[in-house]
T-cell receptor, first 118, second 116 residues
């Protein structure tokens, strides 16, 4: 079965500093990878996704992630964070469907709280 | 992007009553929708896959008689928590994709259920 590991439950960082949120997945088949952000009492917003092609994926709000197949990782990075980036971040994986599309049955990691301090 | 609307956003109910949560795709049709549950400070756990016109597929450990799912149209799935108890209090979120093979799921804003 697939699984997603987010090793850091909380990452404190000062405003304007760089940040990396770690994500590792376990799967023996091709997958799609996602990063979502969740603000308190709200649903999830997609930051970025990896489907195929370039291993460096750029998303919204200045975030990017790099797919590393050999290390089965998909770490999320931002060169300079803002107070408004404080939120819960979830890494997720889904299988590729029979015809190549995503099944969209997502398996989530446990989440990382990014706490940006002034 | 596509919009998924979930209603209500918050609900408080008495123990033993039933609560219905709606998930609507506003500007696309979705043959499949997913229901997740999120406990405080925890991740989202998939509860079931809602299939339009057929029975839902439940994940292991999820009581299908307690969490009734109906997907009667291509734009609406409902989750009914029957005979709710305080331990059912949680954040419930649905997701949907515009079509088979789509590469992204869109999430509703979630429903905070509190059973007193």
């Amino acid at each position: 079965a697939q699984s997603v590991t987010q090793l850091d439950s909380q990452v404190p960082v000062f405003e304007e500093a760089p940040v990396e949120l770690r994500c590792n997945y376990s799967s023996s088949v091709s997958v799609y990878l996602f990063w979502y952000v969740q603000y308190p009492n709200q649903g999830l917003q997609l930051l970025l996704k990896y489907l195929s092609g370039s291993t460096l994926v750029k998303g919204i709000n200045g975030f990017e992630a790099e797919f590393n197949k050999s290390q089965t990782s998909f770490h999320l990075r931002k060169p300079s964070v803002h107070i408004s980036d404080t939120a819960e971040y979830f890494c997720a994986v889904s299988d590729r469907g029979r015809y190549g599309g995503a099944t969209n049955k997502l398996i989530f990691g446990t989440g990382t709280l990014l706490a940006v301090q002034p | 992007g596509a919009v998924v609307s979930q209603h209500p956003s918050r609900v408080i109910c008495k123990s033993g009553t039933s609560v219905k949560i709606e998930c609507r795709s506003l500007d696309f049709q979705a043959t499949t929708m997913f229901w997740y549950r999120q406990f405080p400070k925890q991740s989202l756990m998939l509860m079931a896959t809602s299939n339009e016109g057929s029975k839902a597929t439940y994940e292991q450990g999820v009581e299908k008689d307690k969490f009734l799912i109906n997907h009667a149209s291509l734009t609406l799935s409902t989750l009914t928590v029957t005979s709710a108890h305080p331990e059912d209090s949680s954040f419930y979120i649905c997701s949907a994709s515009p079509m088979t093979g789509a590469t992204e799921a869109f999430f509703g804003q979630g429903t905070r259920l509190t059973v007193v």
